[in-house]
Nanobody
């Protein structure tokens, strides 16, 4: 069965960096569009970035453009989100998602940006 497991979240100071990982199992990652979403308390879940299964085209939310980078390692069936120059407003639970005909979600990992 499809499973997505996020890791790498934690507490970081403003201006710091984190790298999130999403380990996928039960499907071939390269054939899916993989995304990172985030959700803060009281807010709707928002798309942060995605990478297409075919061609590897990436797209970012304006709020993270130039600071975050999504990538994937098909050999490890893992997707990454490198987050640099973190701001307090990046604090959220970050979710990994896989989409082909059905969307699958991971359980989320907490990222807290605070001094």
């Amino acid at each position: 069965q499809v499973q997505l497991v996020e890791s790498g979240g934690g507490l970081v100071q403003p201006g710091g960096s984190l790298r999130l990982s999403c380990a996928a199992s039960g499907f071939t990652l390269s054939t899916y569009t993989m995304s990172w979403y985030r959700q803060s308390p009281g807010k709707e879940r928002e798309l942060v970035a995605f990478i297409r299964g075919t061609g590897g085209l990436t797209t970012y939310a304006d709020s993270v453009k130039g600071r975050f980078t999504i990538s994937r390692d098909n050999g490890k069936n893992t997707v990454y989100l490198q987050m640099n120059s973190l701001k307090s407003e990046d604090t959220a639970v970050y979710y990994c998602s896989a989409l082909r005909q059905v969307r699958y979600w991971g359980q989320g990992t907490q990222v807290t940006v605070s001094s």
